[in-house]
């Protein structure tokens, strides 16, 4: 099923209805059970905690109850445990509103089934609400999420560039945009940092900048920028095998900024959107980049290669650059950038730099209210001096081990003009431990927060 048709306004249809406990209430409402009810819940070990599930006989049916927090305040995964285990069906909350869990109930559903099918999972549950007017948009903040992981979770042989490059024509065809891809020998001239980092991948997976736009050109302009590497083997700077493991996910930032794309536009925001994907494999041939080449760029600077495997920031510079030529209001780019920041901030909390604080407060409290908070790094002025060259205009890295997120936002920053407002999103784009609504894999993080935010600065008043 879709993830509108797990959602389904209430008229009145059969359902198994669900209690809502926590371990403050589960006592006093537990007495109004019969005896073999509490035995029943007593031998599933149910005492009202936090995701646990519980099933009650009730004459020649059933209900469920489920343990939360808080039943009158649920949070975006308190109905995330009961959507996974329960079985195949329709149902209704017997108290409170469902509110921000309906994405937990979504989420919770998702597979990727695209190599193997999940014979071990249970079909569908279906929730009743109805708070019908708020079913649209957990269904598109769900379909985004879903995009995310679905893209991550995809082997980097079938998520190639130009896989990436479909992913952005259906997009814009769902929406009625325009999307220009610019590759080869025009890629080299305009995106030269986009070109050298991906032209050592065999023509199957060459480089190229995707660049869709959409919207009335009179609305304030808005810039999305993602990441897209495809694979990441480190280039001659190689990584080890377990750093390569993971690097199917190194397109996470292409797949955010898709999957915003896809919410302003789904959600006829009043803007005009610039799309930008730059899509490469690091690769390893004779013809890859080297340490202590200079790479000239679409802005003017030239930068020294101090290492191949910090080649995000070179592919996202010149998408920034291009982006900065449309004066936006806003540039947001997202981008698997640092290990550093994960470090710093484990997996669960994307890095964000700003350079205006309004921007920095708007999205950590907009992420706060919809269960994705970002966490904000600085961009300290004093660290811009380990991003010198001897020979170039700046080293694409520095030669310490010091607070490696801020520094490859320092160099991110050279690429936007001064004037302009941005936001700058360090995010894993995986999941390593299953939680709730988030299975191991393939995960969105920023992205609720970011579309949250443009929704109230776009449309404010």
């Given amino acids: 099923m879709t993830e509108a048709e797990l959602i389904q306004p209430d008229r009145g249809q059969d359902a198994v209805p669900i209690q809502l406990v926590n371990e403050k209430t589960f006592t006093d409402w537990s007495k109004s059970l019969g005896a073999g009810q509490r035995a029943a819940l007593a031998a599933q070990k149910f005492d009202g905690g936090g995701y646990q599930v519980g099933i009650v006989p009730d004459g020649d049916s059933w209900f469920a109850v489920g343990g939360v927090a808080n039943p009158e305040d649920l949070s975006s995964w308190c109905l995330a445990k009961l959507a996974e285990v329960l079985p195949e069906g329709t149902y209704r909350l017997k108290n409170g509103k469902i509110g921000p869990a309906m994405l937990g109930w979504l989420t919770a559903q998702y597979r990727f089934t695209r190599y193997k099918d999940d014979d071990k999972a249970q079909g569908p549950r279906v929730l009743l609400t109805e708070e019908v007017k708020a079913i649209a948009s957990a269904v598109a903040e769900a379909e985004a999420v879903h995009l995310v992981r679905r893209m991550v979770d995809t082997p980097a042989e079938d998520m190639g560039p130009a896989a990436i490059e479909e992913e952005i024509e259906k997009l814009a065809k769902k929406h009625g945009a325009k999307l220009s891809v610019t590759k080869g020998d025009t890629l080299e001239k305009e995106y030269p940092m986009v070109h050298a980092v991906g032209r050592a991948a065999d023509r199957k997976h060459a480089p190229r900048i995707m660049h869709l736009t959409w919207g009335k050109e009179k609305n304030p302009v808005l810039a999305i920028v993602g990441k897209g590497v495809a694979f990441d083997s480190g280039g001659l700077d190689i990584k080890s095998a377990v750093g390569m493991k993971l690097m199917k996910k190194d397109m996470g930032g292409a797949a955010h900024a898709i999957a915003l794309a896809d919410l302003v536009m789904g959600g006829n925001l009043p803007v005009r959107l610039h799309l930008l994907v730059?899509?490469?494999?690091?690769?390893?041939s004779g013809n890859a980049f080297r340490p202590g080449d200079v790479l000239k760029t679409r802005k003017g600077l030239t930068v020294e290669i101090g290492n191949t495997d910090a080649e995000g920031r070179l592919i996202l510079g010149d998408a920034l650059a291009r982006a900065s030529e449309e004066k936006p209001e806003l540039?947001?780019?997202?981008?698997t950038l640092?290990?550093?920041a994960r470090v710093a901030l484990g997996p669960d909390l994307p890095a964000l730099m700003t350079r205006r604080d309004e921007t920095a407060d708007a999205l950590i409290a907009a992420g706060k209210a919809c269960d994705d908070e970002p966490w904000r790094l600085?961009?300290?002025?004093?660290?811009?001096?380990?991003?010198k060259s001897d020979i170039a205009d700046l080293n694409n890295?520095?030669?310490?081990?010091?607070?490696?997120?801020?520094?490859?936002?320092?160099?991110?920053?050279?690429?936007v003009?001064?004037?302009?407002?941005?936001?700058?999103?360090?995010?894993?784009?995986?999941?390593?431990?299953?939680?709730?609504?988030?299975?191991?894999?393939?995960?969105?993080?920023?992205?609720?927060a970011s579309w949250r935010m443009l929704q109230e600065r776009f449309t404010a008043g």
């Fill in 278 to 284: 730059p899509a490469v494999e690091n690769a390893i």
């Fill in 331 to 335: 540039i947001i780019d997202f981008a």
């Fill in 338 to 340: 640092t290990g550093a």
């Fill in 378 to 387: 600085p961009l300290p002025d004093a660290y811009r001096e380990w991003l």
């Fill in 397 to 415: 890295a520095h030669g310490n081990a010091y607070a490696g997120a801020s520094v490859a936002g320092l160099f991110l920053d050279r690429f």
């Fill in 417 to 448: 003009s001064e004037d302009i407002d941005w936001a700058h999103f360090d995010t894993f784009a995986w999941r390593p431990f299953a939680k709730p609504g988030r299975p191991k894999g393939g995960e969105a993080y920023g992205l609720r």
